[in-house]
Structures are given as structure tokens and as C-alpha cells.
């Protein structure tokens, strides 16, 4: 029988989730493989040597967190926020908003032992809006949204709105987030609520963003939450899998999928899957960025020498992927890169193809270049 109630939590028997088991164990194998053969392969690297790696993924899980929201964030001023939290390398002044957003992701992973708590939670979403505002709106910073206005998520234009969903009232949400939290700590400890790492890290979620305690930064702190959950399960801070990245590149499913999950019955076996697949797909992406690494070792030790601006190119020909810079490196991308003259530009680019580091492709002003490693 189908539920009458508009949301999940407007159920009588709300929260108690459900799912079949049966139907979770192929997706949950998959996703555990996926998961053993990033670990593996991490190991095989010997991550310890190689902080560029951890950096690139948590690179990627910043930008994809944040994008999810619709902000885009500016990579250089994450890549040194991050390296300001892993204490690694030179790093310039970061913006607050990113400075902010790492150091939750950076407290979510780093301290996963400790007990999640209100005042944790509201000291994430105030550390996200310290000003009390967001954008040009004001908001209620570091507590739990009071407002009497229904909480929801809208889309389209003044006048022609579309509600996608109306969360619990104001007046209900402490209460609410006790239960949550209290079920947070119980599903991970040694008892009856104990459960399968990935499937607790999909229900937290599930259930955070259902009750959207806050104002704002919900989706944000939804996401460390699950960070926090899956470190819980790994047992490790080690940051290898960027699961928001993951969620950005899939958006409009996850947005699909997170509505679905909310409207539905308490049962959240299709939830959980969709879940289970991108935590999968995550952690095939950290295996193909720790194998590039692996190549990009393999290449500097064999490759001739080369003066800092050739270095340069050539690192970001690599960082670039088989798949290749955009368009090829030119002469014009060359100069616009190091700083170099025009004749600079071209003496560099023609010494790296005479030494077969690079391969030309055209020629005249259509004259582009890309790295003979990706060729052989």
C-alpha cells in the first residue's frame, strides 16, 4: 500500500528506515571491490611519498561540494587552502569561504573518532556563514533555523516558483536532530543498530538533508557528515575517495534521487544502491588519479633534463591526462604559462620535440603540441 503522507518524515513509523537486504548485497560487493582496490593500490604507492595525490583529491571533493551549491570556487586558492591544512608546500592567503569549507571537510575526516554533536554541527554552519549572511541575505548562524516560514527548496521565477520540498517545521528540528544524532552514534557502535558502514553513510545523509536544520550550508554539511561516516567505516582520516565529486558530476540524478528518497515510504533500498554507485564510481576515479601518478613518477624518472619553464609545460601536459590539454599546447599558451617571450615559446617547445618529450600536430599558426608519453 502506497504511504499517504507528501514526505517521509510526515510518516507514522518515521525514522524507521528500511531495506532489503537482499537486494543491496551485489551493489554493496561492488562498491566494497571498488573500495579494497583503491586501498590496494594506495598501498602499492606508498600515499605517505606521494601528499600530491591526497592534495588532488581533496581538491576535487572542495570544488565538487561547493559546486553542487552552484558556487564555483577558484582552484588555486583551494589547492593552497589545502595545503595549508595538510601542511605541505608553499601556500598563498585563501579566501575565508574556502579556507572554511576545507577546515570542516579537514574536522569531519580528521576527527571522525570523536561524537557528533549539536554544537558541532552548529559550529560547521557557522564557521560556513560567520557574518550571519549568505550572499545578501541574512540568516541565523551557528543554531538551528527558528524561522516560522516553511523550509523549502524552490526553483524558477518569482511568481512561477516550483517547491521541490517542504522540510519538517522550525519548532520541530531540535527534537528532530537529537533523534538523528542519537541514531548516528548507535548505528556505529558494537549493537543491535550496528550497520553496514556505507549503508549507515547513505541513511545520515538521507536523513540530515531531510530535515535541512539549517538555514543554510545544508548540503555542504550533509556531505562532511557522510565524510565523517565513511572515515568511521574505513577507520582512517585518510581522505582517498571524493564522493562529492562524484555527486556534482551525477547532480541532476542526485538531486532525482535524494527527492525520490524523501517522498517515498521509509523503505530506502533504491536510495542506498543509487548510493552504493557512486561511492563505487568515487573510488574508481581515486584509483585512475593514483595510477596517473603513478605514471607521472615513472615519467620524471626517465625523462631528460629540462630548464623550470619546460618543467612547467610538461607538468601540466601530465596533469592534463591522456586526454590532452585543450586544444594542445601552442607557442601563445606557452608565453600567456611562463612568462616567456614569443621566441622563448618556440626554441622550448622545438628543443622538447626534437628530444621526443613532445609531438607536434599541424603546423603554420595551427602548430600544437602534446606529450609523446600519451602517444607510445
Same mark, same amino acid.
Given at each position: 500500500?502506497? %504511504?499517504?503522507?507528501?514526505?517521509?518524515?510526515?510518516?507514522?513509523?518515521?525514522?524507521?528506515?528500511?531495506?532489503?537486504?537482499?537486494?543491496?548485497?551485489? %551493489?554493496?560487493?561492488?562498491?566494497?571491490?571498488?573500495?579494497?582496490?583503491?586501498?590496494?593500490?594506495?598501498?602499492?604507492? @606508498?600515499?605517505?611519498?606521494?601528499?600530491?595525490?591526497?592534495?588532488?583529491?581533496?581538491? =576535487?571533493?572542495?570544488?565538487?561540494?561547493?559546486?553542487?551549491?552552484?558556487?564555483?570556487?577558484?582552484?588555486?586558492?583551494?589547492?593552497?587552502?589545502?595545503?595549508?591544512?595538510?601542511?605541505?608546500?608553499?601556500?598563498?592567503?585563501?579566501?575565508?569561504?574556502?579556507?572554511?569549507?576545507?577546515?570542516?571537510?579537514?574536522?569531519?575526516?580528521?576527527?571522525?573518532?570523536?561524537?557528533?554533536?549539536?554544537?558541532?554541527?552548529?559550529?560547521?554552519?557557522?564557521?560556513?556563514?560567520?557574518? *550571519?549572511?549568505? @550572499?545578501?541575505?541574512?540568516?541565523?548562524?551557528?543554531?538551528?533555523?527558528? /524561522?516560522?516560514? %516553511?523550509?523549502?527548496?524552490?526553483? @524558477?521565477?518569482?511568481?512561477?516558483?516550483?517547491?521541490?520540498?517542504?522540510?519538517?517545521?522550525?519548532?520541530?528540528?531540535?527534537?528532530?536532530?537529537?533523534?538523528?544524532?542519537?541514531?548516528?552514534?548507535?548505528?556505529?557502535?558494537?549493537?543491535?543498530?550496528?550497520?553496514?558502514?556505507?549503508?549507515?553513510?547513505?541513511?545520515? /545523509?538521507?536523513?540530515?538533508?531531510?530535515?535541512?536544520?539549517?538555514?543554510? *550550508?545544508?548540503?555542504?554539511? @550533509?556531505?562532511?557528515?557522510? =565524510?565523517?561516516?565513511?572515515?568511521?567505516?574505513?577507520?582512517?582520516?585518510?581522505?582517498?575517495?571524493?564522493?562529492?565529486?562524484?555527486?556534482?558530476?551525477?547532480?541532476?540524478?542526485?538531486?532525482?534521487?535524494?527527492?525520490?528518497?524523501?517522498?517515498?515510504?521509509?523503505?530506502?533500498?533504491?536510495?542506498?544502491?543509487?548510493?552504493?554507485?557512486?561511492?563505487?564510481?568515487?573510488?574508481?576515479?581515486?584509483?585512475?588519479?593514483?595510477?596517473?601518478?603513478?605514471?607521472?613518477?615513472?615519467?620524471?624518472?626517465?625523462?631528460?633534463?629540462?630548464?623550470?619553464?619546460?618543467?612547467?609545460?610538461?607538468?601540466?601536459?601530465?596533469?592534463?591526462?591522456?586526454? *590532452?590539454?585543450?586544444?594542445?599546447?601552442?607557442?601563445?599558451?606557452?608565453?600567456?604559462?611562463?612568462?616567456?617571450?614569443?621566441?622563448?615559446?618556440?626554441? =622550448?617547445?622545438? =628543443?622538447?620535440?626534437?628530444?621526443?618529450?613532445?609531438?607536434?600536430?599541424?603546423? *603554420?599558426?595551427?602548430?600544437?603540441?602534446?606529450?609523446?608519453?600519451?602517444?607510445?
Amino acid at each position: 500500500m502506497k %504511504p499517504t503522507s507528501r514526505y517521509i518524515w510526515e510518516q507514522p513509523d518515521w525514522p524507521a528506515f528500511t531495506f532489503r537486504r537482499a537486494e543491496l548485497a551485489e %551493489p554493496l560487493s561492488r562498491a566494497r571491490l571498488a573500495q579494497g582496490t583503491l586501498q590496494g593500490l594506495a598501498h602499492a604507492l @606508498g600515499l605517505e611519498h606521494h601528499p600530491e595525490v591526497l592534495q588532488d583529491i581533496w581538491i =576535487d571533493e572542495a570544488l565538487g561540494t561547493a559546486a553542487i551549491e552552484g558556487e564555483k570556487l577558484n582552484v588555486d586558492a583551494v589547492r593552497s587552502s589545502v595545503l595549508r591544512k595538510m601542511g605541505a608546500g608553499k601556500h598563498s592567503p585563501s579566501p575565508r569561504n574556502v579556507d572554511a569549507l576545507i577546515d570542516i571537510m579537514d574536522d569531519a575526516t580528521r576527527n571522525h573518532s570523536v561524537t557528533l554533536t549539536h554544537n558541532l554541527l552548529c559550529m560547521w554552519q557557522y564557521n560556513l556563514f560567520p557574518g *550571519g549572511r549568505s @550572499g545578501l541575505a541574512r540568516i541565523e548562524s551557528g543554531k538551528y533555523r527558528s /524561522h516560522t516560514d %516553511p523550509m523549502q527548496i524552490v526553483s @524558477g521565477r518569482i511568481g512561477k516558483e516550483v517547491v521541490h520540498y517542504t522540510a519538517p517545521p522550525s519548532a520541530n528540528v531540535s527534537k528532530e536532530m537529537s533523534r538523528f544524532l542519537a541514531w548516528f552514534h548507535a548505528s556505529r557502535d558494537d549493537g543491535p543498530e550496528r550497520m553496514d558502514g556505507l549503508v549507515r553513510a547513505a541513511i545520515a /545523509h538521507l536523513w540530515f538533508e531531510t530535515m535541512h536544520p539549517f538555514e543554510d *550550508g545544508n548540503g555542504r554539511i @550533509g556531505r562532511a557528515i557522510c =565524510d565523517m561516516a565513511l572515515a568511521q567505516d574505513a577507520g582512517s582520516a585518510s581522505r582517498l575517495v571524493s564522493l562529492s565529486s562524484q555527486l556534482n558530476e551525477n547532480r541532476k540524478a542526485y538531486y532525482e534521487q535524494l527527492g525520490a528518497a524523501q517522498r517515498g515510504g521509509l523503505d530506502v533500498t533504491a536510495w542506498v544502491i543509487w548510493f552504493a554507485q557512486q561511492f563505487e564510481g568515487a573510488c574508481d576515479k581515486s584509483s585512475a588519479i593514483i595510477r596517473a601518478a603513478v605514471e607521472k613518477t615513472r615519467f620524471w624518472r626517465d625523462a631528460p633534463e629540462m630548464n623550470e619553464r619546460q618543467k612547467k609545460i610538461v607538468q601540466k601536459l601530465l596533469d592534463a591526462g591522456a586526454g *590532452g590539454f585543450e586544444g594542445g599546447m601552442s607557442a601563445e599558451k606557452y608565453v600567456n604559462i611562463t612568462g616567456a617571450s614569443k621566441a622563448t615559446a618556440t626554441r =622550448d617547445l622545438t =628543443d622538447l620535440a626534437e628530444r621526443d618529450v613532445l609531438t607536434i600536430m599541424g603546423q *603554420g599558426r595551427g602548430t600544437r603540441y602534446a606529450l609523446a608519453y600519451f602517444k607510445r
